[in-house]
């Protein structure tokens, strides 16, 4: 992704592995400032994943599997350092996928670095196919941030509109804030700032507001996991904005890589759904907002129907819910996605 650093244009990922560190751009800390988080072994990766340092199931996945090959180097014990970062996030499926891969691969450095590159390699493709859904001058809405702090780089929802920007189209991104970390508001706009797009930041509860009046021609989100019908669980909110969409007759797309797909789920009552600390929504700029003795409910994210999906914008092309069966032949004859033991 480019940023502006200390006055210069400058590419960065959102994890890369240097100096026997797992490097994270520190996500808590956009778009204030741009800063940097140095994790050393497992407890450190433990603590980034857990603490939203990184965050977004492809960047999760990514930093897992860094910090797997990190702690095997460190010569830590390998099944208390699985167990930590396993237990850290319940809901995106690309941490247990990358896990997975680790485990297969013996935790060795170039396995973590094959799968950061597949997976920023199969984000730019989701760019490529997603950009031909964006007709030039269309205004597109998206959820959270699914850009390449999520990822590596490129992103899965924001590729399409990087390729869209990139290949001389005029878009414009209506950016929900997403509460209660606001990963809208503070992350998705600065990506898109450092990218010249322009968008406009909405309260979350405004997206029907600007669907109804005819502002919106374009909903593509992101996903922590899609079960095999087609169900996906995505930020809290994301719900709501699929069934305003549909209402208002609105193309609603869910861009995600095979990574984040879980096939051993039949639907979405079968997601495990964090819920996190009532601080995150009862505590604004570390005052609390509400009453002294309210308390607060928190999950993090939640799911919706594949009824609701217009189409699923994958590294393998697009495709609609009654073409999962077609997506699920492609996943598993992939050698990469069937975590097979690297053969050089
Ligand atoms: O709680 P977060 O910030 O990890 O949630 C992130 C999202 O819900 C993203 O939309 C999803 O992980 C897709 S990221 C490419």
């Known amino acids: 992704m480019k940023i502006n650093f200390e006055g210069e244009e400058r590419k960065f990922k959102s994890v890369w592995f240097e100096n026997n560190t797992v490097m994270l751009i520190e996500q808590r800390s956009l778009p204030e400032k741009l800063e940097f988080f140095r994790a050393k072994n497992s407890d450190d990766i433990a603590y980034a994943i857990k603490h939203m340092v990184v965050r977004g199931a492809p960047a999760i996945g990514v930093t897992a599997a860094f910090g797997l090959a990190l702690a095997r180097k460190n010569g830590e014990n390998m099944e208390e350092a699985v167990e930590k970062i396993r237990s850290t996030r319940p809901t995106a499926f690309d941490l247990f996928k990358a896990i997975e ?159 984040t797909f879980d096939f051993s789920l039949k639907s979405g009552e079968q997601i495990p759904i964090e819920e996190r600390d009532e601080d995150e929504v009862l505590v604004v700029n570390n005052k609390k907002i509400g009453p002294e003795t309210s308390r607060a409910r928190n999950p993090a994210f939640d799911v919706t129907p594949n009824k609701y999906v217009t189409g699923y914008i994958t590294e393998y092309g697009i495709f609609r819910s009654d073409q999962l069966g077609d997506l699920q032949r492609k996943v598993q004859s992939d050698l990469f996605m069937r975590t097979e033991p690297l053969t050089k």
């Open 101 to 259: 891969f680790m485990k297969q691969n013996g935790f060795e450095l170039n396995a973590a670095e094959r799968y950061s590159q597949e997976v920023s390699g199969r984000c730019k493709k989701i760019g490529e196919y997603g950009n031909s859904l964006i007709a030039d001058g269309s205004k597109i809405l998206t959820h959270c941030n699914a850009g390449a702090l999520a990822v590596v780089d490129w992103g899965t929802a924001l590729a399409p509109m990087r390729v869209a920007k990139e290949s001389g189209k005029t878009i414009f991104v209506f950016v929900d804030e997403t509460r209660p970390r606001l990963q809208g508001a503070k992350l998705t706009a600065w990506e898109l700032g450092q990218e010249g797009i322009e968008h406009v930041i909405i309260a979350d509860n405004a997206a029907g507001y600007f669907m109804k009046k005819g502002d919106v021609n374009l909903a593509i989100v992101g996903a922590d996991r899609i079960c095999a019908n087609g169900d996906f669980a995505n930020k809290i909110g994301t719900y709501e904005k699929a069934v305003l969409a549909k209402e208002n007759g609105i193309p609603f797309y869910v861009a995600a890589p095979g990574t």
